[in-house]
C-alpha cells in the first residue's frame, strides 16, 4: 500500500510563495508519475502539473511560469514550488501517484490566498 503524505499549506498573501511537498512510502517512488492535483470549493479537482521523470513536466495553463514541480528519487518526496500565489490558487491542493494499473492520493493540504 502506497502513502501519501502532503505538507507545506498555509495562508499567503497574493504574490506570496509556498512550498508544497509530498512524502511517500509503501512503493518504488522512482517507478511512478507524480502529480499535484487541487479542488477549490464548489469546483472539480482538477491537474496542476505533473513529474514523470526529473526533467519531463507539464502544467496547467494558469499557473505556468508560477509553479514548478520537482521530485527526488532519494527522498521519496515531490515538491511543488509556487510562487506569485494568487486568490484564484485558494485550493486543496492533493499529491497523486500514478502508473500503469495503480492510482494513489494523499488526504490534501489547503492553500489559502488573500486578497
Known amino acids: 500500500q502506497v502513502q501519501l503524505v502532503e505538507s507545506g499549506g498555509g495562508l499567503v498573501q497574493a504574490g506570496g510563495s509556498l512550498r508544497l511537498s509530498c512524502a511517500a512510502s509503501?512503493?518504488?517512488?522512482?517507478?511512478?508519475?507524480m502529480a499535484w492535483y487541487r479542488q477549490a470549493p464548489g469546483k472539480q479537482r482538477e491537474l496542476v502539473a505533473i513529474?514523470?521523470?526529473?526533467?519531463?513536466?507539464n502544467y496547467a495553463d494558469s499557473v505556468k511560469g508560477r509553479f514548478t514541480i520537482s521530485r527526488d528519487n532519494a527522498k521519496n518526496t515531490v515538491y511543488l514550488q509556487m510562487n506569485s500565489l494568487k486568490p484564484e490558487d485558494t485550493a486543496v491542493y492533493y499529491c497523486?501517484?500514478?502508473?500503469?494499473?495503480?492510482?494513489?492520493w494523499g488526504k490534501g493540504t489547503l492553500v489559502t490566498v488573500s486578497s
Open positions: 497523486n501517484a500514478g502508473r500503469v494499473g495503480a492510482n494513489y
Open positions: 513529474i514523470f521523470s526529473s526533467t519531463f513536466t
Open positions: 509503501g512503493t518504488i517512488f522512482s517507478e511512478y508519475a
